[in-house]
């Protein structure tokens, strides 16, 4: 202190302003003295303090990382011992910690720093006054401050900031003016980094977001200090020539001043048009190829629907021969459950495959085998099929190979009917034309031999009793000839429809007795005619005598070793009946319901009648065609009844 001059130390110094003299000497510049009111202001008592280095009288607040001003004060210390003249610096922020507590008290300073010189020029000590701005501080434009503060010591920061990828803008709630943008936001607004914006309300650079709700969702940021966040959120706003729609992820933050205040809003954007844009196309792609998925299942639904309803058997086949398919038709042809059916191989099964000629069909002679080996489509190749518990059918098969994109065959598909019922027509044809081609030459062969004889007795004998004979045998083959004829060509009507009806009333009694007059005379048969004599029926005389002569000759053919024949006529409730029984043969109760049938034939004892199998059809015929019935009652071995009814009027 002696160095001081005494007007100062005790006139100054004592009632003066806050200061602290301090020794000229960097960089602990200890405290030489310091003055009640400088005491006063910073709370601290002189014991502690004279001595002491500046700085470790005035530790910095720990909690005040990155902003402690000591680089500062320092600086302006310096500067002055250099320069020799006052330095002034203003809003320092300097915590002064709190006595008795590990607190510190936030506080903003002006700090002058005056040289005092020695004789020589030569400055020895600092008066430092110190005046506490805090409240002046907070009072004044704070935010300016601050942030010149902030541009000062955070330079860094702010180049961050200016090109952060993110765009980011600072809103005043004062006419939400822009304080800050960013560059980022600027390429998102398509302003030019000269444009001057600072300062300009935001709802007028942009005035889309005010039409889009932004003014109000400013204002709740603002009012709530809830931050307002959206992502990919649609914003139409004129970025270049016209209005767009942009997508964006966007925030809106509070922006609190030291009193906690919200004088703000920090708002972010990054746009995503590109990515919404492009998952848009994606999605676009994705509805559409599920269009596409539920256009191929619909297909594939109806396609099947076709598949299972269909009158035919339908058959699909791997590459391997395994069966992965079968429609309801094909499992009701083959009798098989289709769980039977998937994954078996067409060659391992159940049921044998046969030609058409009987014998075994080799698996490579199936139509699948060879349509798969030579890649051509089969048509209606028939095979038999026999199952283990049924009568052998026969299947026409189609089958073609499925191939895919490169040709190459990956399936192949079979349909298949059962043609059983046709092949037995066919069959019965062809037995039919050899059975009829036998049955007229046998009379005719006969006749002719009967006519050589009677040519030869004619010349030599013409007298001989043979000659009767022979005219006879003659005769009986010619009504035989003429009864084949006649059934040949009542067939023929039958198919054309030309079988008609000459109805009329007669009597049914009368009629069975005359059908069978060429064997009551005969004494190898014992004929009882039954019933009610005086029967009358409504209907076509000649047919209906074609009808029971038909029935009589059976019970002669069939009813070798017995003579007797019983014919009865009976009327019923609303019908007349006729019967005509024998004791022959009989008739294995599985084929009665054959009898009927075009071209059928019993044959089953092993011995041969003749016949063409078409005498009961054409019967049945007849009585059909009068409204009447036909059927059989037979016990093998024991006879059968054969009867028809007819309507009496
Ligand atoms: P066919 O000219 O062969 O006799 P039908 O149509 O009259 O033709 O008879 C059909 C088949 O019915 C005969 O082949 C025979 O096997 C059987 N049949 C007909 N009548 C009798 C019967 N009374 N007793 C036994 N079998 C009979």
Not at 265 to 273: E, M, N, R, S
Not at 484 to 509: Q, V, W, Y
Request: net charge negative.
């Amino acid at each position: 202190m002696s160095d001081l001059p005494a007007i100062f130390f005790q006139q100054y110094f004592e009632v003066g302003p806050p200061m602290v003299i301090l020794q000229a000497k960097a960089p602990e510049f200890k405290i030489l003295a310091a003055n009640p009111a400088f005491l006063k202001i910073t709370g601290t008592a002189i014991t502690h303090m004279e001595g002491k280095s500046l700085w470790d009288a005035f530790p910095a607040n720990p909690e005040e990382s990155g902003t402690s001003n000591r680089d500062i004060i320092e600086d302006s210390l310096l500067m002055t011992i250099k320069t020799k003249t006052a330095q002034v610096l203003r809003g320092v922020r300097h915590d002064i910690p709190l006595t008795g507590t590990d607190k510190f008290d936030k506080r903003y300073w002006q700090f002058a720093s005056s040289p005092v010189m020695d004789g020589a020029g030569e400055v020895t000590s600092l008066i430092y006054n110190v005046s506490d701005i805090t409240e002046a501080f907070f009072n004044a434009n704070r935010q300016e401050i601050e942030l010149a503060l902030n541009e000062q010591n955070n330079d860094q920061l702010q180049r961050q900031f200016m090109r952060a990828p993110i765009g980011m803008v600072f809103i005043n709630r004062d006419g939400y003016s822009i304080d800050y943008i960013n560059q980022a936001m600027r390429r998102l607004w398509n302003r030019g980094l000269t444009e001057n914006l600072i300062g300009q309300s935001v709802f007028e650079v942009i005035p889309e977001l005010e039409q889009q709700g932004y003014h109000a969702i400013f204002d709740e940021v603002l009012a709530t200090g809830r931050a307002f966040k959206v992502q990919e959120t649609p914003l139409q706003y004129k970025r270049t020539d016209r209005v767009k729609t942009f997508y964006l992820d966007l925030s809106i933050e509070p922006l609190y001043d030291t009193f906690d205040h919200i004088y703000g809003a920090v708002g972010f954007a990054v746009d995503v048009t590109d990515k919404v844009l492009s998952r848009g196309r994606l999605q676009a792609i994705i509805d559409e190829k599920k269009l596409v998925e539920d256009e191929l299942r619909h297909n594939e639904e109806r396609l099947v629907q076709i598949l299972e309803t269909m009158a035919e058997g339908v058959g699909i086949i791997d590459a391997n021969g395994k069966l992965t398919y079968a429609n309801p038709m094909a499992q009701k042809i083959l009798g098989l459950h289709e769980s039977e059916i998937l994954g078996n191989n067409f060659g391992e099964r159940k049921w044998k495959n046969f030609r058409t000629d009987g014998s075994p069909l080799p698996d490579e002679e199936h139509p699948m085998a060879i349509m798969m080996k030579t890649g051509q489509p089969v048509y209606d190749h028939e095979i038999a099929v026999q199952p283990p518990d049924r009568e052998r059918f026969y299947i026409s098969i189609n089958a073609a190979p499925i191939r895919d994109n490169k040709n190459k065959i990956v399936a192949g598909i079979a349909t298949f009917m059962d043609v059983t019922a046709r092949r037995k027509i066919v069959e019965q044809k062809d037995e039919f034309i050899s059975v009829a081609s036998h049955e007229l030459k046998t009379p005719l062969t006969s006749l002719k031999l009967s006519m050589q004889l009677l040519s030869k007795l004619f010349d030599t004998n013409p007298t001989s009793p043979q000659v009767a004979v022979f005219i006879a045998k003659a005769n009986n083959n010619l009504s035989r000839l003429v009864h084949l004829t006649e059934d040949l060509m009542n067939i023929s009507k039958i198919d054309n429809g030309k079988l008609p009806l000459k109805k009329a009333r007669f009597n049914l009694f009368k009629l069975a007795h005359d059908c069978c007059e060429y064997l009551t005379g005969d004494d190898a048969h014992a004929v009882v005619i039954e019933g009610e004599p005086g029967l009358q029926v409504y209907a076509d005389e000649q047919r209906i005598d074609q009808v029971i002569v038909n029935f009589v000759n059976n019970a002669v053919k069939y009813a070798p070793e017995s003579k007797k024949i019983i014919l009865k006529v009976q009327q019923l409730a609303d019908c007349a009946m006729l019967s005509v029984q024998d004791f022959g043969i009989g008739i294995p109760a599985e084929k009665v319901p054959h009898l009927f049938e075009r071209y059928y034939r019993v044959n089953e004892t092993g011995i041969q009648f003749s016949g063409l199998g078409l005498g009961l059809y054409i019967s049945a015929e007849i009585i059909e065609r009068h409204g009447g019935q036909i059927g059989v009652n037979s016990d093998p071995g024991n006879g059968s009844t054969f009867w028809f009814t007819l309507p009496i009027s």
